[in-house]
């Protein structure tokens, strides 16, 4: 295997982006639906956690 992502099934690092785009795309929305009902701690804390995936995911890659 070249690539470090990659595994002997193949489509292990392809499920774990996807899940991770749904769950972003989720709490997006979940985000968007608290700022507009004047809730901005809770937007805030899911949009720092959407960073936090983001990054993790990316610091993943990189290895």
Request: avoid cysteine.
């Amino acid at each position: 295997m070249s690539n470090p992502n990659e595994t002997p099934s193949g489509g292990y690092s392809h499920d774990v982006d996807e899940a991770l785009a749904r769950s972003t795309a989720e709490l997006e929305l979940m985000s968007r639906f608290y700022k507009q009902r004047g809730h901005l701690q809770q937007a805030s804390d899911i949009e720092a956690t959407i960073y936090n995936f983001q990054r993790n995911n990316q610091e993943s890659d990189e290895i």
